[in-house]
């Protein structure tokens, strides 16, 4: 009994300590977020280190609580007869609890005010943030440019084996939400193929076997399923090659003239 009183207000500091110190999610921005998700204010919290560690209070309550309940627990195992053989133990712990609870405490108290509290630290205003993201957005609109020009030499007769079109990229990554985007900036490109083995767009979803990205690139009005690749093959002659059911009801459903 003397033992688990004892332990009562050491254990409970502890069991506070680590509550109070439990971490909160810090905001933050990342370059990916539209300018209106920039928070208020233009400041930021960011959590302070401990001023005393962790592992210093732990030890301190092992010295209270640990070491002498262990004792406790060796007197009693090594004299199962005698009932006041962990009385030694529990005395030592509530004399240890006196002399090192104060500094238990005051550890907690301090490490509460100053190293748990937060700080605010001066960050980007949010017009200088929504800068930052226009200046990205015509970089990448910027590139995006550069590859159509480049692709429209291809159209030209300038045509270079490894080239891939933006609509071919996004169909190669199975990323049907850059293929949307993609295909309402550039439309043109529905029907470019690879230059190297002649396959669209259509024909790698096809071959990939997904079917969302078919459906997709199917209500794309100028899509034209007539093309064949450099080996003669059309993008159904591929589905039914492969015995893609789904895939070719799509194809055979669409108001294409080809299917």
């Given at each position: 009994m003397i033992?688990?009183?004892?332990a009562?207000i050491?254990?409970?500091?502890?069991?506070?300590f680590?509550?109070?110190?439990?971490?909160?999610?810090?905001?933050h921005?990342t370059?990916q977020?539209?300018?209106?998700t920039?928070?208020e204010?233009s400041?930021?919290?960011i959590?302070r280190?401990?001023?005393?560690?962790?592992y210093i209070?732990?030890?301190?309550f092992?010295?209270?609580?640990?070491?002498?309940?262990?004792c406790?627990?060796?007197a009693?195992?090594?004299?199962?007869n005698?009932?006041?053989?962990?009385?030694?133990?529990?005395?030592?712990?509530i004399f240890?609890?006196?002399?090192?609870?104060?500094?238990?405490?005051?550890?907690?108290?301090v490490n509460?005010?100053?190293?748990?509290t937060?700080y605010?630290?001066?960050?980007k205003t949010?017009?200088?943030?929504?800068?930052k993201?226009?200046?990205?957005?015509?970089?990448?609109?910027?590139?995006?440019?550069?590859q159509?020009?480049?692709?429209?030499?291809?159209?030209?007769?300038?045509?270079?084996?490894n080239?891939?079109?933006?609509?071919?990229?996004?169909?190669?990554?199975k990323?049907?939400r850059?293929?949307?985007?993609?295909?309402?900036?550039?439309?043109?490109?529905?029907?470019?193929?690879?230059?190297?083995?002649?396959?669209t767009?259509?024909?790698?979803a096809?071959w990939?076997?997904?079917?969302?990205?078919?459906?997709?690139?199917?209500?794309?009005?100028?899509?034209?399923?007539?093309i064949?690749?450099?080996?003669?093959?059309t993008?159904?002659?591929?589905?039914?090659?492969?015995?893609?059911t789904?895939?070719?009801?799509?194809?055979?459903d669409?108001k294409?003239p080809?299917?």
């Amino acid at each position: 009994m003397i033992l688990l009183i004892s332990a009562i207000i050491p254990l409970g500091l502890l069991i506070a300590f680590f509550c109070a110190a439990k971490k909160k999610p810090i905001p933050h921005l990342t370059k990916q977020q539209a300018p209106d998700t920039i928070p208020e204010p233009s400041y930021v919290r960011i959590k302070r280190k401990y001023l005393i560690s962790r592992y210093i209070l732990i030890g301190l309550f092992c010295i209270i609580f640990v070491f002498p309940y262990g004792c406790g627990v060796l007197a009693k195992m090594n004299y199962p007869n005698d009932p006041t053989a962990s009385q030694g133990a529990g005395w030592l712990m509530i004399f240890l609890l006196f002399v090192l609870s104060p500094v238990l405490f005051i550890a907690f108290i301090v490490n509460t005010i100053f190293g748990i509290t937060y700080y605010w630290k001066k960050m980007k205003t949010p017009k200088e943030e929504r800068l930052k993201w226009e200046e990205f957005q015509q970089v990448e609109k910027k590139r995006r440019k550069q590859q159509a020009e480049q692709s429209k030499k291809e159209e030209k007769g300038l045509k270079k084996p490894n080239f891939i079109s933006p609509v071919l990229q996004a169909v190669i990554d199975k990323d049907e939400r850059t293929l949307r985007t993609t295909l309402a900036e550039y439309p043109e490109f529905v029907n470019t193929p690879y230059a190297a083995n002649g396959n669209t767009p259509l024909h790698v979803a096809v071959w990939n076997e997904h079917k969302d990205i078919v459906e997709i690139l199917l209500q794309q009005p100028t899509i034209d399923s007539r093309i064949k690749n450099n080996e003669g093959k059309t993008a159904l002659d591929l589905a039914k090659e492969k015995n893609l059911t789904g895939i070719i009801q799509l194809l055979e459903d669409t108001k294409n003239p080809a299917c």
